[in-house]
């Protein structure tokens, strides 16, 4: 069975895109810990990213440091923090967010209330920072 993020890169499932590749995609997370919190993801379903092939590995964490690049530009937050976690769905993803503490990167600070409106604003703000990169 695909995993939810095989049924965004599908289109089964509506994503906010703000990067698209023939490796990986990049899209908003909608429990974001922070305006422009981004998930690097590749095409193909790898469950843990010590299984990742070395070429597909610097391709993602190439591209999560261009989206970080741009969230830096777009938010100009103290720091833009990487974290790959893995645990809440089988497929590996590299979640690029910005950061002002090492608390920030804590999952319970999560919003669950994101409007689609704050998240619509933050793809576009990343999409702009990235055709300017």
Not at 25 to 44: D, I, K, N, Q
Not at 80 to 109: C, R, S
Request: some cysteine; hydrophobic content about 45%.
């Amino acid at each position: 069975m695909a995993t939810i993020f095989t049924r965004i890169i599908n289109r089964e499932i509506p994503g906010r895109f703000v990067h698209e590749d023939d490796v990986c995609v990049a899209f908003l997370t909608v429990e974001p810990l922070s305006p422009g919190h981004t998930l690097v993801v590749p095409r193909a379903e790898v469950d843990h990213w010590l299984d990742l092939d070395a070429d597909t590995a610097a391709h993602l964490m190439a591209t999560a440091q261009t989206i970080g690049k741009a969230i830096q530009a777009t938010y100009e937050p103290r720091k833009v923090g990487m974290m790959i976690a893995g645990l809440e769905v089988p497929h590996v993803h590299i979640h690029v967010t910005q950061m002002n503490g090492v608390t920030d990167l804590d999952f319970k600070n999560a919003r669950k209330d994101a409007t689609a409106h704050e998240l619509d604003e933050a793809a576009q703000a990343l999409r702009n920072a990235l055709a300017d990169h």
